[in-house]
C-alpha cells in the first residue's frame, strides 16, 4: 500500500500554525492572509480550503457574522418566532415562524420595547 500525497506540505502546516498562535482564533480573513505565504505560492489551494484544514487540525476558527444591510445579526424567522414567545411568555408557537419575515421583525420590535410611563400630573 503506497502513502498518499499530501495536499498541504509541512511548510504550509507550520504557516497555518504560525497563524494561528500570532492571531488566536482564525477567520476568513486570516486564511486568505496564509495563502499569501510563500509556500503556498504554485499550489492550487483556496481560503476555503485553508479553512477546511484550519479545522481539520482542530484549530481555533471563527466564521464571520453576517449582518444585515442596517448592520444588525441576521436572524432567522425561526429565532423571530422564539424571541416573540419569550417576550410574551408564551411557550412555543411553531405556526408563528409561518409567518413572513417583515411582520415577525415588526411584532418583535412592538414586544420587546420597553412601555413607555405617562407621567402622573
Known sequence: MTKRNAKYSEAMVAAIKAASEMHGTLNSGHAIEILQDPAFEGSEITARGVIAKIRSMQLP???????????????????????ICLALGLGVLKSLAKAEKGD???LLERVTVEPQVEAVA
Do not use: H, I, Q, S
Open 104 to 106: 415577525l421583525r415588526a
Open 61 to 83: 476558527y471563527a466564521k464571520v457574522e453576517r449582518l444585515t444591510k442596517a448592520g444588525e445579526p441576521v436572524m432567522t424567522k425561526d429565532e423571530m418566532a422564539e424571541a
